[in-house]
Nanobody
Framework: QRQVVESGGGLVQPGGSLRLSCAASGFTVSNSVMTWYRQAPGKERELVASITGPGGRTNYADSAKGRFTVSRDTAKNTVYLEMNSLKPEDTAVYLC?????????????WGQGTQVTVSS
């Protein structure tokens, strides 16, 4: 089956770091658009970072630039989000989204999310 599964969330103090993982199955992340979103209670879903296609082009939200890094491991078919200098306002459920044409048609896949809590 084609799916993405997030992991790596947890509780971290302000200024700390976490690495989130998005493990893909049933398709190849290097041929897909892989995007990290986050959603906090009472707030709209926000795009955080993405990595796209064979070239691995990345983009970041302004709130993530300079602190977060999105990358991928082709052998593991996994996308990562390195989160540094975390702030309380980074607290949210982080979700991985894939857009792929592995089926021959456009397909959008969402993971179920992993909770990140930044608190002292």
């Amino acid at each position: 089956q084609r799916q993405v599964v997030e992991s790596g969330g947890g509780l971290v103090q302000p200024g700390g770091s976490l690495r989130l993982s998005c493990a893909a199955s049933g398709f190849t992340v290097s041929n897909s658009v892989m995007t990290w979103y986050r959603q906090a209670p009472g707030k709209e879903r926000e795009l955080v970072a993405s990595i796209t296609g064979p070239g691995g082009r990345t983009n970041y939200a302004d709130s993530a630039k300079g602190r977060f890094t999105v990358s991928r491991d082709t052998a593991k078919n996994t996308v990562y989000l390195e989160m540094n200098s975390l702030k309380p306002e980074d607290t949210a459920v982080y979700l991985c989204k894939a857009v792929t044409s592995a089926t021959g048609w456009a397909l959008v896949l969402w993971g179920q999310g992993t909770q990140v809590t930044v608190s002292s």
